[in-house]
């Protein structure tokens, strides 16, 4: 397999989780796309090769400094809680099981307020007819869409096209697909929900710019802002920054095959998986659990940091099938792994939580 062959196999391998943080996608929109092919094969590193130093207590800890009631930081238990929500007016898990016209009808002529870390304030009216009127931060007007309510293994999904021209500044891509999502992550972020069309959004209007900061329909009627500013605006910034080395580090590995570029991307992952960025860390598990060899540098396997990325990964992601498609693979990885290396695992996941998230 030659030196382009293993990198187009690792970047095909990668499933990209930042999806959604939003109910909609934002301003402009789509959801950043994932693709799930082979599985990148670690080949052995010439002598020549040098380690690249990216995982500071990557090495074993002694066994008196573990925690021996340490847990994954995620507990796939978890995931039946969201179905506990009940801000659409009804539980997700009562609403699974109502036919689809009942189910949809908490949906249609309703003006939904949504507020999110990574895009702020959203407030997005849902017509009986299919089409969807977001009010994103900053805009003049709405952003005209169109969505359907549709039901996928026993859950509704609720799925949503906007123009091609419209842009999410987030996951920095562009709309024209239809992007579907599981009716919990829908709920999971909503705060408020109103029937009718509160805003005259269907009008193509908006009452004035909107603030990402928090609110509330009732100041946004009665023409206040927010109320969030510094903590979330401050948040927003950060993340951006993060996201941005994510960028980075994905076009490096993906272009690039000098060792220089491997040690910037590597480092560059780090850094934003360190941020809580999802996707980098399912990058540093993936490539933690496979090694990664490329002209003169090298990340040696670990499949010990690999499920203690995989497992923040999936307390990280933003979705419901994410979560769970993660912690999939984090178990599979665990099932290699002797006793004594799945609590040392664990005792990781639960010292980044401690020194990165401690609140």
């Known amino acids: ?4 062959h293993r990198i187009s196999a690792i970047c095909a391998s990668s499933v990209l989780l930042l999806i959604g943080g939003c109910i909609s996608t934002p301003f402009e929109t789509k959801t950043a796309p994932g693709v799930e092919t ?13 380690e690249i130093k990216t995982a500071p207590g990557a090495g074993t800890q002694e066994s008196d400094a573990l925690n021996p009631q340490a847990k994954w930081v995620f507990d796939i238990k978890s995931i039946d809680a969201l ?5 659409l007016g009804v539980s997700i898990r009562d609403l699974n099981k109502k036919p689809s016209n009942e189910a949809q009808s908490y949906l249609e002529d309703k003006t939904f307020l949504f507020f999110s870390e990574s895009h702020g304030t959203q407030v997005e009216y849902l017509h009986p007819a299919g089409d969807s009127h977001l009010w994103y931060p900053g805009n003049r007007g709405t952003v005209y869409g169109n969505w359907i ?3 996928k293994d026993g859950r509704y999904n609720i799925c949503f096209k906007y123009g091609k ?4 500044p987030v ?7 239809w992007r579907c999502k599981d009716i919990a992550d829908f709920s999971s972020q909503l705060t408020e929900i109103r029937s009718g069309d509160v805003f005259d959004l269907s009008s ?11 609110t509330t329909l009732d100041a946004l009627l009665s023409g206040e802002t927010g109320t969030r500013a510094p903590k979330s605006l401050t948040h927003r910034h950060t993340q951006g920054i993060y996201l941005r080395k994510q960028r980075e580090a994905l076009r490096l590995i993906k272009s690039e095959e000098s060792a220089q570029d491997v040690e910037r ?11 809580g960025i999802a996707p980098a860390q399912y990058w540093l598990g993936k490539i933690y659990n496979t090694g990664l060899y490329i002209n003169g540098a090298q990340v040696p396997q670990n499949k010990v940091e690999a499920v203690k990325w995989l497992d923040l990964a999936a307390y990280h992601a933003r979705s419901r099938n994410r979560k769970l498609s993660v912690a999939k693979k984090r178990d599979d990885i665990t099932d290699q792994l002797t006793p004594h290396q799945i609590l040392e695992a664990k005792n990781r996941s639960q010292a980044w939580i401690q020194k990165h998230q401690p609140y």
């Open 1 to 4: 397999m030659t030196l382009k």
């Open 265 to 275: 991307a590597v480092s560059l992952f780090k850094e934003a998986a360190d941020g």
């Open 204 to 214: 193509s209007k908006v009452p004035h710019r909107l603030s990402p900061n928090g």
């Open 38 to 50: 082979q599985k990148p094969v670690a080949s052995k590193p010439p002598a020549n090769q040098t």
């Open 165 to 168: 021209r419209t842009f999410n």
């Open 149 to 151: 309510f549709k039901q």
């Open 171 to 177: 996951t920095r891509s562009r709309g024209g697909k």
């Open 83 to 87: 179905d506990d929500s009940d801000s």
